[in-house]
């Protein structure tokens, strides 16, 4: 059985990660908290006009090594090693690389060790790669292939008027997934 | 129709890099010249108390993004895009990924266009990546699954002993791809 895990929203948490790093640049500019988010796209829940800097934020270097981890998803992430389950963390970088690419590997190093950089699959299209799950908190990913794995949307506030997908997060995933999975034995 | 191309070998010329990279740094202390490599994996040519210097070589910044177009490569792909398959640069970082996966991406961007960075994918497994073949020099890829692709082996000096698969160069792709794909129509 293998599982993709998506990495920036579900393993690295690039919006706290985002507003902390706002706040310590703009403190006097409010952006929209998180739990008000509507758009899977950062930028398109920001006015136009703070745009340019917020992508200025968030492909400065160390942006993306040092993002913290979502709550709960390194224990998620060991006890699904733990369990028998092929992981792999498939991800699509920013348009601007630079620094992201090799920050992503950064992170996995830093919070999975460094062999979890061979679990790492980077690709603008994740419907190319092959799997039994994915779990991704993009509402909505195509590209040039019919995947074969399902799609199980890992809860975030700008995904919630999704339906018919399953849903998952770092508290209800054993449930989610033995439904899912028929992995009652494990 | 989805084609995979590896990138070091394939489309890079890691072998005329690397050459060039050591006759530059340690021009009295004569290795294999490419026509005489046996092993897919360089280091494994190499006699013992040269690796560690040779791995340093290949690892260290700008390597990668400097490394020549294997003749032939750009062409290659350019016609291939032209003629309306799907590509994708399927590449396995080094497991020093440091300098190693931003180059992918900048080599690419430097030879193909930005836009191309988008056609990148980076995996340690390739099985996972779902296509119709995979062009690479790499005589037994091996992985978590059974792969949906044709391996067609990229022709190499480390790579003529292997039997059983089709071989292709940047000279004679035109009538392989033709062989394997019914492709006449093009």
């Not at 829940?45 to 968030?58: F, G, I, S, T, V």
């Amino acid at each position: 059985m293998l599982i993709l895990l998506d990495q920036d929203g579900v393993l690295a948490d690039f919006d706290a990660g985002f507003h902390a790093a706002w706040q310590q640049h703009y403190p006097h500019t409010v952006i929209p908290a998180r739990e008000h988010r509507r758009s899977f796209y950062l930028l398109e829940d920001l006015p136009p006009h703070l745009r340019e800097q917020a992508e200025a934020l968030y492909t400065s270097p160390g942006f993306i090594s040092n993002l913290p981890p979502v709550p709960g998803a390194l224990e998620a992430w060991q006890a699904l090693e733990s369990m028998g389950f092929t992981l792999r963390i498939c991800s699509t970088p920013l348009q601007q690389y630079e620094n992201c690419v090799a920050e992503k590997y950064q992170w996995v190093e830093k919070h999975l060790g460094r062999a979890a950089t061979r679990q790492l699959v980077l690709t603008a299209d994740k419907t190319l790669v092959a799997a039994d799950l994915l779990i991704d908190d993009n509402p909505e990913i195509t590209g040039a292939r019919a995947p074969t794995w399902e799609h199980v949307l890992f809860d975030a506030p700008y995904n919630q008027t999704v339906v018919g997908k399953k849903r998952i997060n770092w508290q209800n995933w054993r449930g989610v997934l033995a439904g899912v999975m028929y992995v009652g034995e494990y």
